[in-house]
T-cell receptor, first 113, second 114 residues
Framework: GENVEQHPSTLSVQEGDSAVIKCTYS??????FPWYKQELGKRPQLIID?????GEKKDQRIAVTLNKTAKHFSLHITETQPEDSAVYFC????????????FGQGTELSVKP | DSGVTQTPKHLITATGQRVTLRCSPR?????VYWYQQSLDQGLQFLIH???????AKGNILERFSAQQFPDLHSELNLSSLELGDSALYFC?????????????FGPGTRLTVL
């Protein structure tokens, strides 16, 4: 079945460093790849998303890259700040899946001051 | 605040009972999605409704059912509850029905089954 693998499961960086989280998906029909940030006990919040007609998208300190051939996409956070500490989830969806998003297992990012 | 509302915030009940979780989508959104988040399973898609009709189903148990009403709010019914059903239940909404629409999540309902 459809699957999204996310690595690493935990990531600790120093404030100001960059953080990279990687995901691989199995369904070649997937064409929508959102990233969500979830703080403890709160709702997942969309931070950036990318559709398969582009290879990269940036929003200030956050960027996502997509390699459809390899079925691989990544989240890059530059100049990390303590408030970036949270769990990050990648997901994959496609039009013919009727809105179903398959989520990765999450990455717990810790930014140390 | 995403504009998606869910009630109740917390629910504590006993095994074998039945509960109903409620979700109101963002104004203008026609789709509602339900997800279950547990520690060992992560975020799991349950079901998607678009404008009152079921559009996609995930690994939703037969003891669980959902519907979307004419005013577009949705309810998730969980029956014959088991300890393993304890989880955070999120609903999300989007404008249209496609799998490439941005989904906005509500604050969730934390269900504890004792």
């Amino acid at each position: 079945g459809e699957n999204v693998e996310q690595h690493p499961s935990t990531l600790s960086v120093q404030e100001g460093d960059s953080a990279v989280i990687k995901c691989t998906y199995s369904d070649s029909a997937s064409n929508y790849f959102p990233w969500y940030k979830q703080e403890l006990g709160k709702r997942p919040q969309l931070i950036i998303d990318i559709r398969s007609n582009v290879g990269e998208k940036k929003d200030q300190r956050i960027a996502v890259t997509l390699n459809k051939t390899a079925k691989h996409f990544s989240l890059h956070i530059t100049e990390t700040q303590p408030e970036d500490s949270a769990v990050y989830f990648c997901a994959a969806g496609s039009y013919n899946q009727g809105g179903k998003l398959i989520f990765g297992q999450g990455t717990e990012l810790s930014v140390k001051p | 605040d995403s504009g998606v509302t869910q009630t109740p915030k917390h629910l504590i009940t006993a095994t074998g009972q039945r509960v109903t979780l409620r979700c109101s989508p963002r104004s203008g959104d026609l789709s509602v999605y339900w997800y279950q988040q547990s520690l060992d399973q992560g975020l799991q898609f349950l079901i998607h409704y678009y404008n009152g009709e079921e559009r996609a189903k995930g690994n939703i148990l037969e003891r669980f059912s959902a519907q979307q009403f004419p005013d577009l709010h949705s309810e998730l019914n969980l029956s014959s509850l088991e300890l393993g059903d304890s989880a955070l239940y999120f609903c999300a909404s989007s404008v249209a029905a496609g799998g490439t629409d941005t989904q906005y999540f509500g604050p969730g309902t934390r269900l504890t089954v004792l």
